[in-house]
């Protein structure tokens, strides 16, 4: 038990107290992971870990952090090193929206609040995990960020996320080539519609681009952890640069 401990590859998910992020790490941990997630709300933390630990039987450890804030990052990667020693894979999961509204009534402050979510928190978990990777014994480690359907195409009234989410495909790909020398892999999920609380309203109808409400199908949340573990089962010489999973009757390829 003691050798098999000691050969777990460490994983860290922001966001990864719930939806997405919570069944991301719920499939790493059933792929022997060990796990840290994160997110601004330690209650939400340790429940989920609590409830993570009992159903996969898995490690997983609660360490609350604002991505967003560079002190607040750049403590939760002390943390993670000096219980762990390495990280093998950062999920960038962590993400927020704007509320659906005309652009124009976007505040200053909504967009800087998405942008420090959704970008910002993206860059300084990168930056951190890629002084770890290339410093520790061995080299290297993988990460994969969270895109969403909108890093390819928007939705009305959702230009702070779409930006973001557009960024971040950006920040995946100078990611990939900045780690090359270095062991590190970098890629992308680009998800549609997995069933969360954040789309519960899908299926009451949202806006659609042609100017009608409709309702949208869903996935499983659990089909996109098993993505993840796909791509991050991958010896390192080997990248999924990006993926896409999506509820396949979901209005995007086409016209709808």
Known sequence: MADE??????????GGGTGVGKAITSALLGAGFTVAITGRRQNVLEKAAS???????????????????????????????????????????????????PMEEITFEQWSTVVGANLTGAFLCTQQALRLMKAQTPRGGRIINNGSISAQTPRPNSAPYTATKHAITGLTKSTALDGRPFDIACGQIDIGNAATEMTARMAGGVLQANGEMASEPTIPASHIGDAVVYMASLPLEANVLTMTVMATKMPLVGRG
């Open 5 to 14: 401990a000691a050969k777990a590859k460490i994983a860290l998910v922001t």
């Open 51 to 101: 409830e993570l630990a009992e159903s996969t039987g898995g490690k997983v450890r609660a360490i609350p952090a604002d991505v967003g804030d560079p002190s607040s990052v750049a403590a939760l990667f002390e943390g993670v090193k000096a219980e762990f020693g390495r990280l093998d894979l950062l999920v960038n999961n962590a993400g927020m929206g704007a509320p659906a509204v």
